[in-house]
């Protein structure tokens, strides 16, 4: 069964500075694996997608990498700043549903 | 603009009644899901429908009843056999049920358990 960590559950981090965000999954056997943001009682909007054949996407300043062997992926945010704060959850593709992980809750201060 | 729409945002019930979740989307999608929510936690799948007139239960299928009679509508039923109902309620749509797919998210609903 296809079970998705984040890691951490909250981070806080002063405005400005670099970031990364841990992802890993149990079943490397993926189709592609996503990466959203969620603020407070909001719905999920896509940051990244990246197929099982990829190694990584990058988007303004969001990386997202792919490890399919290790069951990791990481998204890295450059230059943070306070409007970045939400929650952001990775999510794998195994078949015809995502398997979500819990999230990191992000806060970044001024 | 294309999007998927959830109502009601916030909804109250009373301990024993049904209440049903609307989700609308004009997307042209053909799959559609259902995910719960709960504080720290991540999405878990309620039930999905690749067409029309046809659905499968996800993760946690028990107490939700659903259906599909129209391509852009797929509505949840959060019935009285729902032992902890109170959550944030989750539809996404998706081009296909098949293979790799990118998942377009409603704003999604409250419901709490009076």
């Known amino acids: 069964k296809q079970e998705v960590t984040q890691i951490p559950a909250a981070l806080s981090v002063p405005e400005g500075e670099n970031l990364v965000l841990n992802c890993s999954f149990t079943?490397?056997?993926?189709?592609?694996l996503q990466w959203f943001r969620q603020d407070p009682g909001k719905g999920l909007t896509s940051l990244l997608l990246?197929?099982?054949?990829?190694r990584e996407q990058t988007s303004g300043r969001l990386n997202a990498s792919l490890d399919k062997s290790s069951g990791r992926s990481t998204l890295y945010i450059a230059a943070s700043q306070p409007g970045d704060s939400a929650t952001y959850l990775c999510?794998?593709?195994?078949?015809?549903?995502?398997?979500f992980g819990s999230g990191t809750r992000l806060l970044v201060r001024p | 603009d294309g999007g998927i729409t959830q109502s009601p945002k916030y909804l109250f019930r009373k301990e024993g009644q049904n209440v049903t979740l609307s989700c609308e989307q004009n997307?042209?999608?053909?799959?559609m899901y259902w995910y719960r929510q709960d504080p720290g936690q991540g999405l878990r799948l309620i039930y999905y429908?690749?067409?029309?007139?046809?659905?499968q239960k996800g993760d946690i299928a028990e107490g939700y009843s659903v259906s599909r009679e129209k391509k852009e509508s797929f509505p949840l039923t959060v019935t009285s056999a729902q032992k902890n109902p109170t959550a944030f309620y989750l539809c996404?749509?998706?081009?296909?049920?098949?293979?790799?797919?990118?998942?377009?998210f409603g704003a999604g609903s409250r419901l709490t358990v009076l």
């Open positions: 429908s690749q067409i029309v007139n046809d659905f």
């Open positions: 996404a749509s998706s081009m296909s049920g098949q293979g790799p797919n990118v998942l377009t």
């Open positions: 999510a794998v593709n195994s078949s015809y549903k995502l398997i």
């Open positions: 997307l042209n999608h053909d799959a």
């Open positions: 079943d490397s056997a993926i189709y592609n």
């Open positions: 990246i197929q099982s054949s990829q």
